[in-house]
Nanobody
Framework: QVQLVESGGGLVQTGGSLRLSCAASGRTFSSKGMAWFRQAPGKEREFVGGIIASGGSTYYADSVKGRFTISRDNAKNTVSLQMNSLKPEDTAVYYC?????????????????WGQGTQVTVSS
C-alpha cells in the first residue's frame, strides 16, 4: 500500500516558480512510476508529468514541457515537481499519483494511489 501527501502549493504571480513535493509511505514506492496530475475547476483531471520508477526517464504534457521538471528521490520516498515560468492557466489542484506500473503514462486509470492534492494559484 502507498499513501501520498502533497505539499508546496500556494499563490504565485505570473512568471514565478513553485516546487511541489509528494511524500510517500510504503516500501513499494521505488518500483512504481509516479506522476503529477492537475485539475482546474470544471475541467477533467489532466496529466502534467511522469517519471519511471528508477527516475531515469521523464515525460511531460506539451503545455508544461520546458517549464516543469519532475524528479524523485527513492531513498526518501519523495517525488517533486519544479514549476517555473508559471502562467494563470497553470492554476489548479495538483495531485501526486503512483502508477501500478514501472512506467508513468498519461492515463489516470493507470494510477492506483492518489494524494489529497495541493492548490496552485497563479495570478495575472
Amino acid at each position: 500500500q502507498v499513501q501520498l501527501v502533497e505539499s508546496g502549493g500556494g499563490l504565485v504571480q505570473t512568471g514565478g516558480s513553485l516546487r511541489l513535493s509528494c511524500a510517500a509511505s510504503g516500501r513499494t514506492f521505488s518500483s512504481k512510476g509516479m506522476a503529477w496530475f492537475r485539475q482546474a475547476p470544471g475541467k477533467e483531471r489532466e496529466f502534467v508529468g511522469g517519471i519511471i520508477a528508477s527516475g531515469g526517464s521523464t515525460y511531460y504534457a506539451d503545455s508544461v514541457k520546458g517549464r516543469f521538471t519532475i524528479s524523485r528521490d527513492n531513498a526518501k520516498n519523495t517525488v517533486s515537481l519544479q514549476m517555473n515560468s508559471l502562467k494563470p492557466e497553470d492554476t489548479a489542484v495538483y495531485y501526486c499519483a503512483a502508477s501500478r506500473y514501472y512506467v508513468a503514462g498519461s492515463t489516470a486509470r493507470d494510477y492506483d494511489y492518489w494524494g489529497q492534492g495541493t492548490q496552485v494559484t497563479v495570478s495575472s
